[in-house]
């Protein structure tokens, strides 16, 4: 949806998949000739089918061939976590692996599997040519892989923990009207929103900025926290597409009014486009060309100042956009190695306290597991969006990756009748928390930073919501700034209104902030 945000994005394709509940066997392949790749068409009826009755798509539980094709249909980037063969395959990983002496000989042992069954066909191929990006602080090799033989042999190896491609998802087909919808991407759409009427759409604050809609006491009690408590001291880092270079509400303007000697990096770990694995072009910077991440940052972080744009729930929190993909749906190899690249560095920064990220894709991406778990060991709390998409699909898709992880606080949207779901938001067990993100009486979503100038924009959707959360909790943890990832949690749920029985659809439903910081009593 290059003409929607990702509110009204990541069709079917953000519009992804469904997880952390065990799934049952994948849905069986057809037998297919093994000399010959599966179609774009077969392979994505394999995953839709697989997703439609399991809940979630692992290329661990796909055939060989299902990989292979796959490859073929897509850049052949494979990412292969490899592992000491004392080392259980499901073991947590040891934070020095890649430095340790026995998994260094584990990778080194794997890549020449690799490369000998490689060279079968390519004898002139070099170590140095297989390689796709630079390594990381996981054990993992991403690198180009051509053969079947290739995937069959990492299978068959005690030394691999998995071998998955990260450049295919199933949004490579227009035939079919799922699959034109998967290939929405969340962009072009972060303007002003024309029309908008003080007293209703927004409450004009004192110092003249825009408080939206949603702000109000009825339905989160965010006015009456920032009394208590407006993020001071914590520092959230959004995963996104990063932030508009035109916006000075996330640039030169990012203290102004109440907003005050807090602190603002605009960092990039999206890697620079490849063509067979060799990187081509300049390197890509900070700035949002896309609009989602923009926005998400002005939910969550957005000045109380004086210009009259919208304010952010935590407006005195500290920030850092990171433009981890191009759109919101994870789609491209790149994209998985930037989004991994940005929970490595979150997990390192000592001073980030919490993680939002509302993009996703379908079927799962174990180095991105990897690298959320680095993160969440290192005590982060991280927000992903449970899932935005199309009314239709919205429906019967649930809980999207990698919101699905047990490691992920998953958060959805609701309607201001506080008992459904926005049109576009998915729902399922794994939900945490909601949000309200849409008016039942005109379908009216949240203000927020536009990517230029100070009338605001409307984004709605499980990011929106997720954003928004994470901005709650950096308001949370500011007042107590001692306590534990678990315990600003147990806060959160404790001052939500499923509290004392937590909804299949909606998990604990929406969160009263005034009571979470202590302004009201529950």
Request: hydrophobic share 40%; proline share 4%.
């Amino acid at each position: 949806m290059r003409t929607l945000t990702l509110a009204s994005v990541t069709g079917l394709a953000l519009a992804l998949a469904a997880c952390q509940h065990d799934a049952a066997d994948q849905v069986p392949a057809p037998q297919p000739d093994p000399t010959t790749a599966l179609s774009l068409r077969q392979l994505d009826e394999q995953i839709l089918g697989t997703l439609r009755q399991t809940g979630e798509f692992d290329w661990n539980k796909a055939s060989a061939h299902t990989v292979w094709s796959a490859l073929e249909q897509s850049d052949h980037v494979l990412s292969v976590g490899y592992r000491p063969a004392t080392v259980r395959a499901t073991a947590a990983l040891p934070e020095d692996a890649r430095r340790s002496p026995e998994w260094q000989q584990a990778r080194q042992q794997v890549l020449a599997l690799i490369l000998a069954q490689e060279q079968l066909t390519r004898p002139e191929l070099t170590a140095e040519k297989l390689a796709v990006f630079e390594p990381n602080a996981l054990p993992v090799l991403t690198v180009t892989v051509r053969e079947l033989s290739t995937i069959k042999a990492l299978r068959e190896s005690g030394l691999v923990r998995y071998a998955e491609p990260i450049g295919y998802e199933p949004n490579r087909q227009p035939a079919s009207r799922a699959a034109a919808i998967l290939s929405s991407s969340g962009c072009g759409s972060n303007t002003a929103t024309a029309g908008l009427v003080a007293g209703s759409d927004y409450t004009v604050l004192s110092n003249g900025s825009k408080s939206s809609w949603n702000q109000a006491d009825v339905y989160h009690g965010i006015r009456a926290a920032w009394g208590q408590s407006t993020g001071r001291g914590t520092k959230v880092l959004i995963i996104d597409t990063g932030a508009s270079g035109t916006q000075e509400n996330l640039g030169a303007a990012f203290n102004q009014g109440l907003s005050t000697g807090r602190t603002l990096e605009r960092l990039v770990t999206l890697p620079r486009n490849t063509i067979f694995g060799i990187p081509y072009g300049d390197a890509e910077t900070p700035n949002d060309a896309c609009g989602h991440g923009t926005g998400m940052a002005g939910a969550c972080a957005a000045p109380r100042g004086t210009d009259g744009a919208s304010v952010g729930i935590a407006y005195n929190a500290n920030l850092i956009t990171v433009r981890a993909a191009e759109d919101v749906f994870l789609d491209a190899s790149r994209e998985v190695q930037g989004v991994t690249d940005a929970y490595l560095l979150a997990g390192n920064r000592a001073d980030v306290r919490i993680i939002s990220m509302s993009m996703g894709r379908l079927t799962s991406a174990s180095q991105m597991t990897d690298a959320i778990r680095y993160a969440y060991g290192k005590g982060k709390l991280i927000f992903c969006a449970a899932g935005t998409s199309f009314d239709w699909s919205a429906g019967f898709v649930g809980v999207i990756y990698p919101a699905s992880l047990a490691e992920a606080v998953a958060v959805t949207g609701v309607k201001d009748n506080l008992t459904t779901r926005c049109d576009e938001c998915h729902v399922g067990p794994d939900v945490e928390f909601t949000v309200v993100m849409q008016r039942t009486s005109n379908n009216l979503r949240p203000l927020t930073l536009a990517q230029s100038g100070d009338a605001p924009g409307t984004i709605g959707g499980s990011s929106m919501a997720t954003a928004s959360l994470a901005g709650m909790a950096a308001v949370v943890w500011s007042k107590y700034p001692t306590e534990t990832r678990a315990q600003i949690q147990s806060r959160l749920i404790a001052a939500s209104s499923n509290r004392s029985s937590r909804d299949p659809n909606f998990g604990w439903g929406r969160v009263n902030l005034a009571s979470a910081v202590g302004a009201l009593t529950n």
